[in-house]
């Protein structure tokens, strides 16, 4: 944009936020703007008020700061702060898993942990085993601070008991949901998302480790999650009641979406052989844009039409988030700017934009489209999933597409995360916080929060940080 001073007026400071929505309208090349005038007589263009923006400590930028030059500098400055910290950061939570839940007596890990990391239940459940298996694997593999001994051993113990014990009846493929401490089923779940995480861990591992049996049991497994899911569900034990609505739940596609993005990494021959998963993966999410494109509903009809009642306007702004990101890799992978575009926009900015809390900060756990009163009972309180989510699919957003109103969103999402979540004293992050941002659950984790989205997340960016800082510091030099 060109921007001209007014005669009669000295040049301010003028703060980050109003500095992020002009980078927001130049970027948009004038499609969303109206005629605005900024602080102490700047003119230029603004965009269009989608988001409330979030509260700024400290920090003026100065007139000269909107030259292009100027503006590339400070975003690297910001993106190498950004990636000091979560470095930092992903190294202390990874200590606090290391030290807390490994199990040396029968492999596998610890997750039900107290603030400081007290095993207050050993039960094992297998969604967290298989994550903590890849989260680890995946550390080893690509991060060469992590490729330690410790943490592969670690894994190496977890997939092994994965392979074990985490079938209820072999050679049927159907996983328990909790298993003791020794491996036997306590519970099962007629879902296909144990036997996800079990595929994800175990092809991580054998990528880590190099030993080609564990990703041929995970291709095994995912032969059996597709049978499930395309043909016959049957397997799954889920009883067909009359009076039950058929519907799609975005979490199945989502899932498959990430499967296939997890198999096909370099790997030619499997990319092609679940090309067509990932495809049809991709359309069945895009079936939960409703209400003319101005809403994702996590439940939709199997024809892909709104459902009546609770579980047709109910929203998961984290989840929505999540898909995000999923579908933008899978547009990456083919070269699809149209999808990417729906990502982006469908699925990040619009559901954070009416997710984020505007009194007191933070993503919803669940809102209904119609505005009424969501039936879970957490759906105010902010959860650390959505938040972690969120960070990973602004950076990667803005990585692809430069748009600056991602990387504002990061900022405000992630700067609320490290205040609220983070727990500088034990370590790790809290997951459970009341409306207001107080720390609801004291626990570092439980049967559906342990060693994955946070490091994930952490790991994820830091990657992401580090190929933007490589690309601009020649430009910033300039």
Request: contains cysteine; charged residues 25%; aromatic residues 10%.
């Amino acid at each position: 944009q060109t921007l001209e001073q007014s005669s009669d007026a000295p040049v301010p400071p003028v703060s980050f936020a109003s500095f992020a929505r002009l980078l927001s309208a130049s970027w948009a090349g004038g499609q969303r703007r109206w005629g605005g005038q900024l602080p102490g007589g700047i003119k230029g263009a603004l965009p269009a008020q989608g988001c409330a923006d979030a509260a700024r400590p400290g920090g003026k930028v100065p007139f000269f700061a909107f030259l292009p030059g100027a503006r590339r500098g400070m975003e690297l400055q910001a993106l190498q702060r950004w990636h000091e910290r979560i470095a930092r950061e992903l190294e202390a939570v990874l200590d606090f898993w290391i030290r807390h839940s490994h199990d040396a007596k029968y492999g596998g890990f610890f997750t039900c942990l107290s603030q400081d990391g007290q095993v207050v239940d050993d039960l094992k459940y297998v969604w967290l085993q298989g994550r903590q298996v890849w989260m680890y694997s995946r550390l080893y593999r690509t991060v060469p601070k992590f490729r330690r001994p410790e943490v592969i051993e670690a894994a190496r113990a977890g997939g092994e008991f994965l392979l074990r014990h985490a079938r209820v009846a072999p050679p049927f493929q159907k996983c328990a949901f909790v298993l003791t401490r020794d491996g036997r089923p306590v519970k099962i779940q007629r879902t296909i998302f144990s036997e996800c995480f079990y595929v994800l861990g175990l092809d991580e591992l054998g990528r880590a480790t190099g030993e080609a049996p564990y990703r041929a049991e995970a291709l095994k497994m995912m032969e059996a999650i597709i049978r499930w899911v395309r043909e016959d569900p049957s397997e799954l034990g889920r009883p067909q009641l009359t009076g039950a609505t058929p519907h799609d739940s975005m979490a199945v596609p989502m899932m498959l979406l990430n499967l296939v993005d997890q198999l096909s990494e370099g790997d030619a021959e499997l990319a092609s052989r679940f090309a067509e998963l990932g495809s049809w993966s991709a359309q069945r999410i895009l079936l939960h844009v409703q209400r003319n494109g101005t809403a994702v509903l996590e439940n939709v009809s199997e024809d892909g039409k709104e459902l009546p009642g609770c579980m047709g306007r109910q929203q998961n702004p984290g989840h929505a988030i999540e898909a995000g990101w999923f579908l933008l890799r899978h547009a990456q992978r083919q070269h699809d700017s149209a999808l990417v575009s729906q990502a982006v926009e469908k699925f990040m900015k619009q559901p954070f934009c009416s997710g984020w809390d505007p009194e007191h900060g933070g993503l919803f756990a669940f809102q209904d489209v119609d505005g009424l009163c969501p039936t879970q009972l957490e759906w105010r309180m902010k959860l650390w999933w959505p938040h972690t989510e969120a960070m990973v699919a602004f950076l990667m957003g803005f990585a692809e597409t430069r748009d600056p109103q991602l990387l504002e969103m990061f900022d405000q999402v992630a700067e609320y995360a490290f205040a609220k979540f983070r727990d500088p004293e034990s370590g790790e992050w809290f997951g459970y916080l009341t409306q207001e941002g107080k720390v609801a659950l004291s626990i570092k984790g439980g049967p559906f929060k342990g060693c994955f989205h946070v490091p994930r997340a952490l790991h994820m960016c830091q990657e992401i940080l580090e190929s933007l800082i490589r690309e601009m510091k020649p430009l910033s030099q300039e």
